[in-house]
Nanobody, 114 residues
Framework: QVQFVESGGGLAQPGGSLRLSCAAS????????MAWYRQAPGKEREFVAS???????TYADSVKGRFTISRDKVKNTIYLQMNSLKPEDTCVYYC????????WGQGTQVTVSS
């Protein structure tokens, strides 16, 4: 059974940084196209960034140039480095397949506020 555990969220000031982690079990992340998604209260979940099995990355326009998705093949973990954070980045962040979705993890809350 595929499971995701997201961590690393918290409170950051505008302009600050956070690094999110997604540990997976039941799949080998280096062989899987993975993505980060986020959801703000009252809004639909949206795509943030993806990394293909070959390492190709894509980003939503709203985070391009500020966020970086990466993968640790040994730890079977993907990361989202978030820099230059803005209040509108305040969301619960999730990882999942970049394709047909598996069960969602609990997510990790990111709050950007002064």
């Amino acid at each position: 059974q595929v499971q995701f555990v997201e961590s690393g969220g918290g409170l950051a000031q505008p302009g600050g940084s956070l690094r999110l982690s997604c540990a997976a079990s039941g799949i080998i992340l280096r062989l899987t196209n993975m993505a980060w998604y986020r959801q703000a209260p009252g809004k639909e979940r949206e795509f943030v960034a993806s990394i293909g099995s070959g390492g190709r990355t894509t980003y939503a326009d709203s985070v391009k140039g500020r966020f970086t998705i990466s993968r640790d093949k040994v730890k079977n973990t993907i990361y989202l480095q978030m820099n230059s954070l803005k209040p509108e980045d305040t969301c619960v962040y999730y990882c999942n397949h970049d394709g047909p979705l598996w069960r969602w993890g609990q997510g990790t809350q990111v709050t950007v506020s002064s």
